[in-house]
Nanobody, 126 residues
Framework: QVQLVESGGGLVQAGGSLRLSCAAS????????MGWFRQAPGKEREFVAT????????YYTDSVKGRFTITRDNGKNTVYLQMNSLKPEDTAVYYC???????????????????WGQGTQVTVSS
């Protein structure tokens, strides 16, 4: 069982930056691919970014490429999402997710993940 706790959300003006963190419980963090999804009001949940077990492979949805960076620190059981040049359309609840089965790859579908956190709100004002 893995528990994920997100932090770092908040209110920021367009063009600003935020760094989300996700702390994972357990001693097997480095056996999981980690990722971030987001869901805006009235919209479907969408994939944002993923990182494999070692941190050597990352993948992003097109709308955040060049602006967001996903990293992980296996020694601290934590995954991060650095978000720069934020836009109002980035406003959403952001969820941290963990996948054991796809640890070596780049899972992009919600169903490929085994665990998720409670979410953290990111609001970007124009």
């Amino acid at each position: 069982q893995v528990q994920l706790v997100e932090s770092g959300g908040g209110l920021v003006q367009a063009g600003g930056s935020l760094r989300l963190s996700c702390a994972a419980s357990g001693r097997t963090f480095n056996r999981y691919a980690m990722g971030w999804f987001r869901q805006a009001p009235g919209k479907e949940r969408e994939f944002v970014a993923t990182i494999n077990w070692s941190g050597g492979s990352t993948y992003y949805t097109d709308s955040v490429k060049g602006r967001f960076t996903i990293t992980r620190d296996n020694g601290k059981n934590t995954v991060y999402l650095q978000m720069n040049s934020l836009k109002p359309e980035d406003t959403a609840v952001y969820y941290c997710v963990a996948s054991r089965k796809y640890a070596l790859g780049s899972p992009k579908r919600w169903g490929e993940y085994d665990y998720w956190g409670q979410g953290t709100q990111v609001t970007v004002s124009s």
